[in-house]
């Protein structure tokens, strides 16, 4: 029998591509569409998806769950789940198009909800916390359902297919947003479920990510410690929970974050300044095993921003550019310039070099 | 009546090639050969032989050799020659067995069946002679809350660690159970390596005190040699509770191998056997040892980390889950394979585990307590080559001690007679004309080479693997399957077997 996605350990080579307008102004999901559908030989047709971010501004306080069942009976255990732990201000299904090249689609959810206000004071939980471990719930506890998109005003959108192929399928077309993120897969196993594409979220951060890391085990076994747990046995997963485990529960700022999971080699900091080399060593000393290594180039979404990141080695390709307030990442050039071809600024940053392409005002996306 | 034994190994002399130099009767402090001057001949005793091989690497015209007698008492699948040879030694002499070094039984060796993973097309192998491959690593507490500065830089609030350049370390080898010269030859190699090498329970030297940045220095039951400047002097301190080769009782230092050296620096008289108390006696529970552990902290200003060596043992991942809520910052596992310069045979063969299971047990709880970042953890207790150390640190090691390895390198030939005192390398003896033959010059630098060419091994077989960080191979077990593995042996390893994927 074949396998469900989390069942084995599946790696996968990939394409990614991202945009953000720092200005905060929307730009519809079509340009997407259009970038990833040049790299289209990097996927192999099992699994696109794509992450936006400012798509529901007439829903920005609540958090936005999308859904995957199997069948109505995980759709009615996961309502009264959620009717239970939240206050449910709209559900819907997803809106799609019936395309022949999209086949065997789960039912498609989506719930804008808020935490029930004395179930959350009950919980002793920071409110993101309660909104993790709900999400969490449901995929573990609850057979045939699965949280795949769970921030504010942000969404996660993917399936089996080529990405360009899922990308019309979820009429992307219709949603605006100021950044926006997008993954080809090209798994080296053949998964059948959709859960397993790729954006991988948690609450508003969004993974897209190309490589097969070497330190996965290390990685896992270490941050399974805290709490979580990683189902599904991909690379994505587990750098995402590193990024959410760093950043919203250790506090570390998005740089230091890169530093420590892609950290400069020894030989390198000891070139740095004295600071540098301070406090590069300390985060090295500190969280030595959530280094990644292993080929692997990122772009992690992020509520009012972006940020690339390849490992040390840079064994994976990341091309930036921009033009005036508009920024581009992608495994291609060429998926950058098929959208915008005069960009003024094209650039590979190095191997564990973070570059961070953020909204002006930060305030104007929350 | 003392019945006759037959020895275990005849000198055989190549009549021929014997030039009568002499030089193997000068060589054996245990007067193996011997010259008749009649027959002009020279004599060899195999009764007297224990197999060191002096005299075969230093005769000049390669005349001798060692073999094992072919003398078999009638075959016997259950009371083989050596335990027949036992009973009547023991009949003899109403005693307890001795011996040294590690287990050498026939017993499943679990290294051998794990084999290691390598990347290719999905991912690359790095070649660590055009890349960076990263063997250095920090022992000791990583828990350590974040906060920052009024300019929002992070400060340091981590505990002491230990920085290593390499992830070997020289495990506890007393100064008297090993001679002065060996431990100069370690304490310079350590020094070199970028890593430590470890004083054991006898004190230290006070020629040595110079190397304090890479010695770990041993606090055990005997509590020898301990006192202010010892501790002050150490880079870390080790609370020796327990050892591979012998679990459940003290060290063992025969009064043949206390000279005044050895007395002065252990502070016990001469020529008196030292047996270590079995338990530390103020040391009856796990609350007593963290009373240990902080009053070490206590003496030294917090300024070291503190190690707790326990033997590998069937309860093993439960005390370790107790030393690492006992304060202490590294805890170090000993299988039952480690060395020993004395120990009660019975005990030596048939107590403890093998470090590989024990190590896998505990690393996996101190995770599922989510406290495994509240100590690194060292294997030793029989590391042999570089895939050894390989392995450890993918089941779960942070680093591994070497005992063994680095006595072979100094020229120890295993023959498993340290307790006599008389070894003819200059190692496990106090015999002033023997230390002399291990010329430290020599000596460190061929520990340099052991671990460097170690080093060089293991930075190909993670470049193999696409890791180049020693940090990221830590705890990998997808890196390892097991081979000739029965279901529970995979399951108390936390591996899958050779063939299954990822």
Known sequence: MLMREGQFRN?????????????????????????????????????????????????KDFYAFHLFFDGKGARAETEAFLGRHFEIAYASEIRTRKLPSITDEPLIYRYFVTPLSRKLADSHLDEREYVARCANRINVQIGGAYVFSCGKNMGIFKGVGYPEDIGRYYCLEEYSGYAWTCHGRYPTNTPGWWGGAHPFGLLDFSIVHNGEISSYDANRRYIEMFGYRCTLQTDTEVITYIIDYLVRKRGLTLKETAHVIAASFWSTIADKDEEAKEQETLLRRMFPSLLITGPFSIILGYTGGLMTLGDRLKLRSMVCAEKGDVAYMASEESAIRAIEPNVEKVYSPAGGEPVLFEVYDKESVR | MNIYIQPEYEVVRDRDRCIGCRVCERQCANLVHSYDAEAGKMQADSALCVNCHRCVCVCPTHALKIVKSDDTYKVNGNWGNQTINEVYRQANSGGVLLSSMGNPKEYPVFWDKMLINASQVTNPPIDPLREPMETRLWLGKRTSVIERDER???KNKLSPQLELKVPILFSAMSYGSISYNAHESLARAAQELGTFYNTGEGGLHKDFYKYGKNTIVQVASGRFGVYKDYLDTAAAIEIKMGQGAKPGIGGHLPGEKISADVSETRMIPQGVDAISPAPHHDIYSIEDLRQLVYSLKEATDYKKPVIVKIAAVHNCAAIASGIARSGADILAIDGYRGGTGAAPTRIRDNVGIPIELALAQVDQRLREEGIRDEVSILAGGSIRSSADVIKAIALGADACYIGTAALLALGCHLCRTCHTGKCNWGIATQRPDLVKRLNPDIGYKRLVNLVTAWNHEIQEMMGGMGINSI?????????????????????????KYAGESM
């Open chain 1, 11 to 59: 790696p996968s080579g990939c394409a990614v591509t991202g945009i953000i307008d720092r200005s905060g102004k929307p730009m519809s999901g079509e340009c997407m569409i259009q970038s990833i559908a040049v790299m289209h030989d990097r996927s192999n047709g099992l699994g696109g998806g794509f992450a936006g971010y400012g798509i529901y501004p007439h829903y």
């Open chain 2, 152 to 154: 929002g830089k992070l």
């Open chain 2, 471 to 495: 940090e990221a191979l830590r705890g990998n077990r997808l890196m390892l399957r097991g081979i000739g593995l029965t279901d529970t042996e995979l399951s108390v390893l936390g591996i």
